[in-house]
């Protein structure tokens, strides 16, 4: 997983500290991003929860607010297949709704997945809804296909999803689930679409080295490649927090 973040992003430090080795942090390097190394704090733990004001980008309003808890999920499986692309996630016609404005992030959520294909008999959110029962998303290649756009993994977070397990991903929605910290992009080693069904339980196990997937309803465990330098990032709610937090950039004014 750090090798697909560091294609992403080459500026991506390769010495990020591990969740539980926070006297090595090293900063995470952006181009976008300016800063004197020498104001980063050096007690810096990335897995610690905390709550930061909310920052201008109208993508990291839920992100900032709320650290996503790290370590295990564990819910309904939701199912599909290749190249699923933002169109499907989240539709032009709702790309209107400002994340930052919690109501419309709200909505935004309960309009996630809602353009996949007639096919897919069960809706990732029912009508009338505004959050899906199902916490985990198994796909297969390329996910996150198609435009650019920020509202794909996060109308996906709104909805209350916490991770996508895919076999592989399109580079633009994988770096846009890392800065917007609101889903794991998890990657499969073999394609778990194939052997997992929409509605089955599942618990994702986040470790220091490969994670796993235990699909409780068949009893099989899948081996999940390591987050790597995302998962830091994505536990402190996306970039800007990550920033805010490591001293990268200034704290937003309360």
């Known amino acids: 997983m750090a090798a697909s973040l560091q294609s992403v992003n080459p500026t991506l430090s390769r010495n990020l500290s591990s969740p539980n080795n926070s006297s090595s942090f090293a900063p995470f390097r952006s181009p976008f991003l300016r800063f004197n190394s020498t104001t980063v704090a050096s007690d810096f733990k990335p897995l610690v929860s905390f709550r930061n004001a909310s920052s201008s980008s109208p ?44 109501d419309e992030y709200e909505k935004l959520g309960s309009h996630a997945l809602v353009g996949l294909p007639a096919a897919y008999k069960e809706r990732f959110v029912q009508p009338g809804e505004m959050k899906t029962k199902y916490s985990i998303i198994i796909g297969g290649e390329n996910f996150g296909c198609g435009s650019s756009r920020e ?66 309803t068949t009893g099989k465990e899948y081996k999940l490649k390591a987050i790597g330098d995302a998962g830091p990032v994505i536990d402190a709610g996306g970039i800007f927090a990550y920033a805010r937090k490591a001293g990268m950039i200034p704290s937003a004014a309360p």
């Open 59 to 102: 993508f990291v309003t839920r992100s900032a607010a709320e650290p996503q808890e790290r370590k295990t999920f564990h819910g309904l499986c939701y199912v599909v297949g290749d190249n699923i692309d933002t169109d499907q996630i989240i539709p032009a016609e709702f790309l209107t709704l400002v994340p930052s404005n919690p």
């Open 151 to 216: 509202h794909a993994p996060v109308c996906l977070g709104a909805a209350g999803a916490k991770a996508v397990v895919a076999q592989s991903y399109a580079r633009i929605f994988f770096r846009n689930s890392v800065a917007t910290g609101e889903i794991y992009p998890l990657d499969s080693e073999v394609r778990v679409c194939d052997e997992c069904k929409t509605g089955d339980v599942a618990t994702i196990e986040l470790r220091e080295g490969d994670s796993i997937l235990i699909n409780h």
